[in-house]
């Protein structure tokens, strides 16, 4: 048995329990079952979470987020849990995402699908099969694995190399970031939504955008690194294709690996 197993579980402070309670109520277990049965995703770490979250929606994960910054929580999302790198597994808080976010609509005779984070790539797939047309992104881990975790891991497979992957298939996000503001980045007011509510994060961008314009040497980087397949980090070349803030900040989710927003929605281009 790994010493883990054997450590003796500590209750979560009540505090806490509180605090996440009311912003996402009746969404909060903190028995040790259900601890323990989400210690774990497909790397060899071992981490119990002081508590699970399971939030109905994407204003239960901004509420949820608020908290967080306020009182200084750590939140780790976990969708399908096929991480090879203990990416969705956490000693804190965990938010299972995979749950309640199961929706999908074909759009534009199968040329678009709006799908949110908890559906599978087989699931979307089966939907998409009728129009001749499936998902970019192609991981081998496709029956268990999510439209949240490939978008956020920057997940592809065998086959979909730089023409078919998140990034380049992506149209837009729906967005919760970390005040609690969600933002549809394809919406035709999203720059002028994320200017006012997010003032600093939408002058970051901008002078990020031009900063890397400015300097071919980390353009010339850039270039290099994302000619070929690159699945490490945030999408950094989306500050040399994007303009608008609010494209380049949905381009930079890919990869993020959850540090960035809540993706509560992804708008994709399906490949043949
Ligand atoms: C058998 C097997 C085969 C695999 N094959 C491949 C492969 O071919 N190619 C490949 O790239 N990977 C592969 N993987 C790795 C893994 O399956 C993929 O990275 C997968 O896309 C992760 O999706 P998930 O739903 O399990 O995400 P999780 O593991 O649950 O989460 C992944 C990351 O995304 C974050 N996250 C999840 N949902 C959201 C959200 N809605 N918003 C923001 N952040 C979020 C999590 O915090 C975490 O950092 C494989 C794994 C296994 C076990």
Redesign the pocket.
Known sequence: MPATSRRRLSPTPRRILDILESAAPGAVRSRASDRLAMAH??SHYLLTPEAVVTPTGADQVGALLRASSAHRLSL?????????SG??STGHILVD?RRNFRELGVLDDGNKVRVQ?GVTVRQANARLAVYGRKLGPD???EA???V???V??N???MACGTVNNTYSTLESLVLVLPSGTVLDTGASDADSKLRQLEPEIHDGLLRLRDRVRGNAESQRIINKLFVIKN?MGYGLNAFLDFDSPADILAHLAVGS??TLA??AEATSAPSR
């Open positions: 995703d497909a780790t999302f976990r969708s399908g849990g096929t991480s090879l990416q969705s995402t984070p991981p081998a881990s268990a694995c999510t949240g975790g490939v956020a891991n997940s592809s497979g699945t690996e959850g809540f993706i």
